[in-house]
């Protein structure tokens, strides 16, 4: 054992421990297994009562059959099976979080300390109602009780429900609203498709002056059908509790839901409805500003720039009023940090797919670039001139444009770069670059105009179809393997099974929309007119988004099951419904840190043990399945420590600083409250 003198030359604890005379304190290990045992058999006694209650309950069932009051104790055991599931889904919520407490402070302790004590002392602690054994147990009273339910005529998706959870009644008139949105929203699209196809009545009706005007209302669309499509993944992800928030970094004070992304969805989409459908009516008819002011030509404007610019305004007032500034700071924090290639520290999950949603953009890109120059010309040529002006495909300008096309694949490519370099996964890493590379080279083979080295246009023409089936080939297996994780055995799934081939069959035939410009109804359609081709970049473009829409709903799935990507060190994931906590809740989690008693945290259930992954660094060694937090675990970290000393205030700080890393989703209030409980905490353990 090493004198107290020798702790304090200077250095950490660490680098100046003599490990190999240290060992492991059996008074330590001993208050760690009580702590444990504590654990388990809390575990145990629930797990037992809720067994005989539903034992009880089948019985019960059984004796009362076809008597007089078997409907009344049929409304009785709806009542409990109700209960029983919130028991469960707490108590394997509890175990996952005892779980990864003991990992946290055996990892604490080796790092600490210098010993390698993780591997052997979890498998020798860790007692079977704790572990595997306990999960089993789980299960089956999962499956038993789904049997009696199904019996009793409750919901057959129980173990997606909760009797505290009241969003669906809450929000139902949300729900009707927002459905009512979407009939309407829907009518007048197809009012906008008839209203596009009728024969004008104003002599002085040119196509190409109404074909100049489209990429900008496309632009505003686009932003709009991301919006929708946002709120849709959000719905899903929420439906299946999937917590995107804590995935994607989002803080928990941020008002980010699916009610509010559909919300605001809804009303962009109106008023680029209505703006749009008096620009068709006064462009064709003349029925709305050209009837009110028939000289407004005389003012040097145009109906086509008076509407357009409209429509970007009033967009951008609503975003301006919806958005708050935390979500703001949040969004362009993710740009720069993706923008500046990488360079800025560890890749997050977020942006990552946020980069991947970068290269969908491609022709929103484009429009975003014309709609710059449609605006910047507008006082100098009417609309067809603007758009001979802005549609070239040569010089400085169209140069810029290819490599504003091409950043969302360097994105990607760097980010895939600083990941291998982080992780050490130098295949995984170096294969996902090759997908974006070929990406680039199919992207610049689509931009050139001239013949290179010689080629015959049919020659060329297949160089091009080649390359289009090689990167599609490539992005859709990607796709299938690595980010859907289709082929891993035993795979969990949230999603019903069969929604897994549905959607892997969406991606894979959008990704191959680029066939319809080689169908030669489609060639012909396109080449009628400037009106048709803008009409046909319209649909292709909504159908890349709403893949990628598709993409993400699967994706963030995989990584919220296996964390897939490794971009966590430990596999646990919190529950979504604890993103706001209700007063009780937090209430009920900070008075566990003043009591002696184990406390049931509802956190994200284990639904399989993981397989162990890459650590993020060196210090991460492989995850658990399992764990949280309780004042129990607290008890062991601040607990006697091995023979080597360590300065006890600074590892209480670090056992206190990764109790708040774990709590992170807790309100402000109950942040502060939190503080004062963990300071009388640190009073009562290390007082001698």
Not at 12 to 36: D, H, Q, Y
Not at 144 to 170: I, N, W
Not at 218 to 241: I, P
Not at 645 to 671: M, N, T, V
Request: aromatic share 10%; proline share 4%.
């Amino acid at each position: 054992m090493r004198d107290g003198a020798s702790s304090s030359e200077g250095g950490s604890p660490r680098e100046g421990l003599e490990c190999e005379r240290c060992e492991v304190s059996a008074g330590w290990l001993t208050e760690l297994r009580t702590s444990i045992d504590r654990v388990n058999d809390f575990f145990t006694s629930v797990a037992d009562e809720a067994e005989a209650r539903l034992s009880a309950g089948r019985d019960e069932l059984q004796q009362a059959h076809g008597s007089d009051h078997e409907p009344q104790l049929r409304v009785h055991l709806q009542s409990m099976t109700q209960q029983l599931q919130s028991t469960l889904l707490d108590l394997s919520h509890f175990a996952a979080a005892n779980y990864t407490a003991v990992y946290k402070i055996l990892k604490k302790h080796d790092k600490q300390t210098g010993l390698c004590t993780l591997p052997s002392v979890l498998q020798q602690v860790v007692t079977e109602p704790f572990n595997d054994p306990g999960k089993a147990r789980l299960e089956s009273l999962q499956f038993q009780l789904r049997e009696f339910a199904d019996k009793l005529g409750v919901d057959g998706d129980l173990q997606l429900s909760s009797p505290h959870d009241k969003s669906a009644t809450e929000n139902l008139w949300a729900l009707a609203r927002i459905s009512f949105s979407l009939g309407v929203i829907s009518m007048a699209l197809i009012v906008l498709a008839v209203l596009s196809g009728m024969e004008p009545q104003i002599n002085h009706f040119s196509v190409e002056d109404l074909a100049a005007t489209i990429p900008v209302l496309r632009l505003s669309f686009m932003m709009n059908l991301t919006a929708w499509l946002a709120g849709g993944c959000a719905s899903v992800f929420e439906r299946y509790r999937i917590n995107y928030m804590f995935l994607l970094d989002i803080s928990p004070d941020l008002d980010v839901s699916a009610m509010s992304l559909l919300n605001y969805a809804s009303a962009q989409t109106g008023v680029w409805i209505v703006l749009t459908f008096c620009f068709l009516a006064d462009m064709k008819f003349g029925a709305v500003l050209f009837n009110i002011h028939p000289a407004i030509h005389k003012f040097g404007w145009s109906l086509a720039h008076i509407y357009s610019i409209s429509v970007l305004i009033l967009q951008f007032a609503i975003t301006s009023r919806w958005v708050s500034k935390g979500a703001r700071h949040l969004f362009s924090r993710l740009i720069m940090r993706v923008f500046c290639f990488s360079l800025l520290g560890e890749v997050s999950f977020a942006e990552n797919i946020f980069a991947d949603f970068l290269t969908s953009l491609g022709r929103p890109l484009k429009d975003a670039a014309y709609t710059i120059c449609y605006f910047r010309n507008w006082r100098a040529f009417n609309a067809r001139d603007i758009r001979v002006q802005c549609k070239q495909d040569k010089g400085l300008a169209w140069a810029m444009l290819q490599l504003i096309l091409v950043l969302p694949l360097l994105f990607r490519i760097a980010q895939c770069l600083r990941r291998m370099r982080d992780t050490g996964d130098t295949a995984r890493h170096l294969l996902n670059c090759g997908k974006y590379f070929l990406a680039i080279i199919v992207s610049l083979l689509a931009a050139v105009h001239i013949l290179p080295l010689g080629l015959t246009p049919l020659q060329f023409n297949f160089v091009r179809v080649v390359s289009y089936l090689a990167a599609t080939s490539y992005a859709a297996t990607w796709d299938l393997i690595v980010d859907f994780g289709l082929m891993v055995q035993h795979r969990r799934c949230l999603y019903p099974r069969y929604m897994y081939a549905v959607l892997a069959g969406l991606d894979v035939a959008l990704r191959s929309t680029w066939l319809l410009t080689y169908q030669p109804d489609c060639r012909a359609f396109v080449g009628a007119s400037t009106f048709n081709r803008e009409c046909f970049a319209f649909m292709i473009s909504s159908l890349e988004l709403i893949r990628r829409a598709i993409w993400a709903t699967v994706r963030i799935e995989h990584e919220h099951q296996s964390n897939a990507g490794r971009f966590r060190s430990v596999c646990w994931v919190p529950p979504l419904e604890h993103r706001r906590p209700m007063k009780a809740q937090t209430q009920k989690f900070c008075d566990s840190f003043k009591r002696k008693e184990p406390t049931v945290v509802a956190l994200h259930p284990p639904h399989r043990s993981y397989a162990p992954h890459a650590p993020r660094q060196p210090v991460d060694s492989t995850p658990p399945t399992h764990g949280d937090f309780t004042d129990h675990s607290l008890e062991v970290a601040q607990a006697e420590r091995p023979c080597c000393e360590i300065d006890r205030q600074d590892a209480s700080e670090a056992l206190f600083s990764e109790l708040q890393q774990y709590q992170g989703h807790l309100c402000g209030k109950a942040r502060s409250r939190l503080q004062s409980t963990r300071t009388n905490a640190r009073r009562r353990s290390w007082e001698p």
